[in-house]
């Protein structure tokens, strides 16, 4: 079960951190209406939660023995105390030093430590916090932390964001609470085969843009994250703007850093 638990913990997300240039990206159409781009930077809260948790899931499989540091392609180095493969809970720390470029393709630096308790028994957490962190220029501080609620058939995980901080060089600002579960659809029976692993999103984002606007994000059909793919390929969810909806849709599963939004019965693509 230990090893169970772990491995569907390792790459839950596929990619550590996407990137936060952030809070601002490039939209194929944005332009054509302002909530496009809020529609856009808010939805980078989800990317992050997403992303975050694989540096988690890192830190998880290292504490079991199921990655060996420097075995990956990931930049960057993990130390573990205590070194005691029996004692918990442990403290972990990933760091990136003065900056490196991971396998996702984002530049690095600093640290993000962790603390990880016996995460394979139900009810226990890890929590996450950012220490001088950065990521392509971008700036992050807060905490996250993740509650097994596994059952014998499917890895279940809920997260909580508290007091999420992003900022970049150009000014752009993102901050946001959330609590979120991922729900393991597929690959469970083979856990020591990550590739297959399939996890569904749900929950909710509360978020605060660079220019003052409050974003409620509601996932209404269950975000799909596979963890052979970098990005959410497919759900749905709602964003309230300052009282305007906006629907998102992730598309058909095809792994891709598009969506789409509708505002106001038009409907614009953006890139994640």
Not at 138 to 154: C, D, E
Not at 183 to 191: D, E, F, N, V
Not at 221 to 226: E, H, I, Q, S
Request: glycine residues 10%; hydrophobic residues 35%; aromatic residues 8%.
């Amino acid at each position: 079960m230990q090893k169970q638990i772990c491995s569907a913990l390792l790459l839950t997300a596929g990619f550590i951190l996407t990137s936060v240039t952030a809070c601002k990206k490039d939209n194929d159409n944005a332009a054509t209406d302002p909530a496009v781009e809020s529609a856009t930077q808010a939805l980078r809260s989800q990317q992050l939660i997403t992303s975050s948790f694989g540096i988690a899931l890192r830190g998880a499989a290292e504490a079991d023995g199921l990655v060996n540091n420097g075995a990956d392609d990931r930049c960057g180095s993990i130390t573990i105390l205590p070194a005691d493969p029996a004692v918990f809970p442990k403290v972990i720390t990933v760091d990136f030093g003065a900056g490196c470029t991971d396998n996702d393709g984002k530049f690095k630096a600093g640290k993000v430590t962790l603390t990880i308790d016996k995460i394979w028994e139900a009810g226990t957490e890890i929590s996450l916090e950012y220490d001088n962190y950065q990521e392509d220029g971008a700036q992050l501080s807060g905490k996250f932390t993740f509650q097994n609620q596994s059952t014998q058939t499917a890895g279940v995980f809920t997260i909580l964001a508290e007091n999420i901080q992003a900022a970049d060089g150009n000014g752009y600002t993102l901050a946001y609470d959330a609590q979120q579960t991922f729900t393991q659809t597929a690959g469970h029976p083979t856990w020591w085969d990550w590739s297959d692993d399939v996890y569904g999103i749900t929950g909710t984002i509360n978020s605060v843009l660079t220019n003052g606007e409050t974003v409620d994000w509601t996932i209404q059909t269950p975000l799909v994250k596979a963890n052979n793919c970098y990005w959410i390929s497919a759900g749905t969810g709602l964003l309230d703007i300052n009282g305007l909806a906006v629907g998102v849709d992730y598309g058909d599963g095809t792994c891709d850093n598009k969506a789409t939004v509708t505002v106001n019965g038009q409907t614009y693509q953006i890139t994640l």
